[in-house]
C-alpha cells in the first residue's frame, strides 16, 4: 500500500502543476489582463498593438517551455529529456509520411476557408501593423514561432509524452486536447471546437513520429497562413 501511495503523489502534483500552468497562461495572457498593464505606459496604437501578441507569446514561452522542460530536468530521470518530451527527431515511414503531407493540406484549406469569415478577420493577424513594416514583422514572426514551439512542446510533448508513463497514453491524450481546447475560449468558435480534432490529430503525430517537429511544423503553418489569407482578401 505504502508503495501504491508513494508513486500517486509525483502523479498527483505533476497533474496538479499542469493545470496550474494553464490557469496561469489563460488568465495572464487575455488581451484585457495584457492591456491594463501595458496600456500603463505604452501610448501609441502601434506599440500596444505589437505589446498584445509579443506578451503572450513570452508567457507562451516561459510558462509553457521553460518552466516545463525544466521541471522535467529536475524531477524525471532515465531516458534522455529530447526523447521524454517530444523533442528528438521525428521517426519517419510511410504512414507518418502520409499523415503530414495529408496535413499540409487540411492547414491550408481551413486557414483558406477560416480566413473568409468575419470573426477570423476580426481576429487575425494579431498585430495588422506587423505585416506593413519590416522591422516589426521579422520580430513578430520569430516571437509567433517561439509561441508555437511552446505550445506543442507542452501540449503534445509534456503532456501527452511525458505523462504517458505515468497516467496512461488515453489519459495523457484526453488531458492535453481538453486542455488545449479550452484555452482557445475567446477565440472565434470554430477555431474553439477546430481545436478539438487538431488536438487529436497533433496528439496522434506526436504519438506515432515520437516527436512534436510536425506538429509543431503543421501548427505553425495554420498560423501562418491564417494571417496571410486574413490579410489579403
Not at 127 to 132: D, I, R, T
Not at 140 to 155: D, M, N, R
Request: hydrophobic share 50%; aromatic share 16%; net charge positive.
Amino acid at each position: 500500500m505504502a508503495l501504491t501511495l508513494g508513486k500517486r503523489k509525483p502523479n498527483s502534483a505533476a497533474w496538479a502543476f499542469i493545470v496550474i500552468n494553464c490557469l496561469v497562461y489563460y488568465l495572464a495572457s487575455r488581451p484585457d489582463a495584457i492591456d491594463s498593464v501595458a496600456g500603463r505606459w505604452l501610448v501609441t496604437p502601434e506599440s500596444l498593438c505589437l505589446a498584445r501578441p509579443f506578451t503572450q507569446w513570452a508567457l507562451a514561452v516561459i510558462l509553457l517551455l521553460i518552466v516545463p522542460l525544466l521541471s522535467s530536468v529536475a524531477l524525471d530521470a532515465g531516458e534522455p529529456i529530447r526523447l521524454r518530451t517530444g523533442l528528438s527527431l521525428p521517426r519517419w515511414d510511410l504512414r507518418t509520411i502520409a499523415l503530414c503531407a495529408g496535413g499540409v493540406m487540411v492547414m491550408a484549406a481551413s486557414a483558406w476557408w477560416a480566413s473568409r469569415r468575419g470573426d477570423f478577420q476580426s481576429e487575425y493577424p494579431l498585430c495588422p501593423w506587423a505585416w506593413s513594416d519590416l522591422s516589426a514583422g521579422i520580430p513578430y514572426y520569430l516571437g509567433y514561432l517561439g509561441y508555437y514551439l511552446a505550445w506543442e512542446f507542452f501540449f503534445r510533448g509534456y503532456i501527452q509524452l511525458r505523462m504517458a508513463d505515468r497516467s496512461g497514453m488515453a489519459a495523457a491524450m484526453a488531458a492535453q486536447v481538453l486542455l488545449s481546447t479550452l484555452l482557445h475560449w475567446g477565440k472565434p468558435w470554430p477555431e474553439f471546437w477546430g481545436a478539438l480534432p487538431g488536438g487529436v490529430f497533433y496528439g496522434y503525430l506526436a504519438l506515432a513520429t515520437k516527436s512534436v517537429w510536425p506538429s509543431f511544423f503543421l501548427h505553425a503553418q495554420l498560423g501562418f497562413l491564417t494571417d496571410y489569407f486574413c490579410v489579403n482578401q
